[in-house]
């Protein structure tokens, strides 16, 4: 996380705007904001997490984007529908609001996260404050 901090930030100029343990995942993030969009690094904290293998199995680089949706809940439904492979088939907290993940299979080898714009219906559901 520092070699690439200090790229990101030092090199390129980006400000860090968070960096931050998520226990449930066993990762650490950083979030350095870029216009209306942000670089999320991640470090695992733990060999067996996703990140872990993804990492050792693949070595740095992309891991995957984050998309913004308006009811997290509906979209999933929406999406298990029509036949896509959820990691995730319910929305849980996630280190900016609510997330879910679809499987790389359905998405041409690329891991995507869905996140629910503040002040969508599962951020009551599952207890956060929406900024």
């Given at each position: 996380m520092d070699e690439a901090l200090a790229f990101y930030r030092d090199r390129l100029g980006l400000p860090v705007e968070l960096v931050l343990p998520i226990e449930s995942d066993g990762v650490t993030i950083a979030f350095l904001p870029v216009g209306e969009s942000k670089v999320?690094?991640?470090?695992p904290?733990?060999?067996?997490?996703?990140?872990?293998?993804f990492l050792?199995?693949?070595?740095e680089g992309f891991h995957h984007v984050c998309l913004e949706v308006a009811d997290l809940a509906a979209e999933l439904d929406r999406l298990a529908g029509e036949g896509t492979e959820l990691i995730d088939h319910v929305p849980r907290r996630g280190a900016e609001g609510p997330v879910a993940f679809i499987h790389p299979r359905s998405c041409h080898g690329v891991l995507v996260e869905l996140i629910e714009a503040p002040g969508g219906p599962a951020w009551s559901t599952l207890g956060m404050e929406s900024p």
């Open positions: 999320e690094l991640v470090m904290m733990d060999p067996s997490t996703g990140v872990a293998r050792e199995g693949r070595g």
